[in-house]
C-alpha cells in the first residue's frame, strides 16, 4: 500500500520560512517523479514544484520561482519543500504527491498517488 506522509506545516508570519517533508513507503520511490501542489479555501488545486526521478530536473509555478527549492532523497525515500520568503497568499494545503508516466508531474493528471496534506498559513 502506498502511503505519502507530509510533515513540516505550520503557522507562520509574512517573510518567514518553512521546510514541508513528504515521507513515501509502499513503492519504489527512486522510478517516481515527485511533486507538491496546494489548495486554498474556495480554490482548485495548484501545481506548486515538481522534481525528476533523480532529482535533475525540477520546475516551479511562477508564483514560488525564486522562493522554493524542491529536493529529494531517493536513499531515504523523501522529498522536501523549502520555502521561504512566505506570503499571505501561500495560506493552503499542501500535498505531495507520486506521478506516473511522466518526466514531471506538472498537473493532476499525472498526478497518481497523494498524501493526507499539510497545512501552511502565512499571517499578515
Known amino acids: 500500500q502506498v502511503r505519502l506522509v507530509e510533515s513540516g506545516g505550520g503557522l507562520v508570519q509574512t517573510g518567514a520560512s518553512l521546510r514541508l517533508s513528504c515521507t513515501a513507503s509502499?513503492?519504489?520511490?527512486?522510478?517516481?517523479?515527485m511533486a507538491w501542489f496546494r489548495q486554498a479555501p474556495g480554490k482548485e488545486r495548484e501545481f506548486v514544484a515538481t522534481i525528476s526521478w533523480d532529482g535533475g530536473v525540477t520546475k516551479y509555478a511562477d508564483s514560488v520561482k525564486g522562493r522554493s527549492t524542491i529536493s529529494r532523497d531517493n536513499a531515504q525515500n523523501m522529498v522536501y519543500l523549502q520555502l521561504n520568503s512566505l506570503k499571505p497568499e501561500d495560506t493552503a494545503v499542501y500535498y505531495c504527491?507520486?506521478?506516473?508516466?511522466?518526466?514531471?508531474?506538472?498537473?493532476?493528471?499525472?498526478?497518481?498517488?497523494w498524501g493526507q496534506g499539510t497545512q501552511v498559513t502565512v499571517s499578515s
Open positions: 504527491t507520486a506521478g506516473r508516466d511522466t518526466l514531471l508531474v506538472l498537473t493532476t493528471t499525472n498526478a497518481h498517488h
Open positions: 509502499g513503492l519504489t520511490f527512486r522510478y517516481y517523479p
